[in-house]
């Protein structure tokens, strides 16, 4: 398939917790989220919007391939860190601080959405942080999945608490259950 710099490609992948949906440029990942997400319609045409690219399958592009082969090797358990690259620039100032402190959540470790707002510099901010993590369009890399509230217990997640829950429990996390 050639590859157009006007386009933008999506392929479905299946994983063991359910289909997700890649969407890339020729040169990085735009939007990775599970299909069954709340707003997914409206967060793929604001997408096609904001890059002024329409979207096409894309089955055979290399990066949509290699995501596809590292969230494989995510969910079987044998990849912790992901190397595709993506972009997550659309979005506040706050969101996009919020964002690159999930990215440094490690594998397996979870922090509080207070915590969250505190490395993201407004300890007071958790709902906004709440909200950042709702605003996030890369399942899984982006891993707002290891957010949870302060008393222990899952809190939400845009991919249904049930997934978030599962995710974490791939990565040996425990969560008391409320």
């Known amino acids: 398939m050639k590859i157009e710099n006007n ?25 990775l989220e599970f299909t069954t997400r709340k707003n997914l319609k409206e967060k793929i045409a604001a997408l096609e919007k904001i890059t002024c690219r329409n979207i096409q399958e894309g089955k055979n592009i290399p990066l949509l391939l290699q995501v596809e082969k590292e969230l494989k090797e995510y969910f079987e358990g044998s990849r912790q860190q992901f190397t595709v690259p993506f972009n997550n620039s659309f979005g ?16 397996g470790e979870t922090i509080s959405y207070k915590t969250l707002a505190k490395r993201a510099g407004n300890e007071k901010a958790y709902r906004a942080v709440a909200l950042a993590n709702a605003s996030n369009i890369f399942a899984v890399l982006v891993p707002c999945h290891r957010v949870i509230s302060s008393s222990g217990s899952l809190g939400g997640y845009a991919g249904g608490v049930e997934k978030k829950k599962n995710i974490l429990a791939l990565e040996n996390v425990h969560i008391k259950d409320y």
């Open 7 to 31: 386009l933008l490609y999506k392929k479905i992948i299946s994983t063991k917790f359910g289909e997700m949906i890649a969407i890339a440029s020729e040169t990085e990942l735009k939007l």
């Open 92 to 107: 506040t100032d706050f969101q996009k601080k919020v964002w690159k402190e999930l990215k440094k959540i490690p594998y």
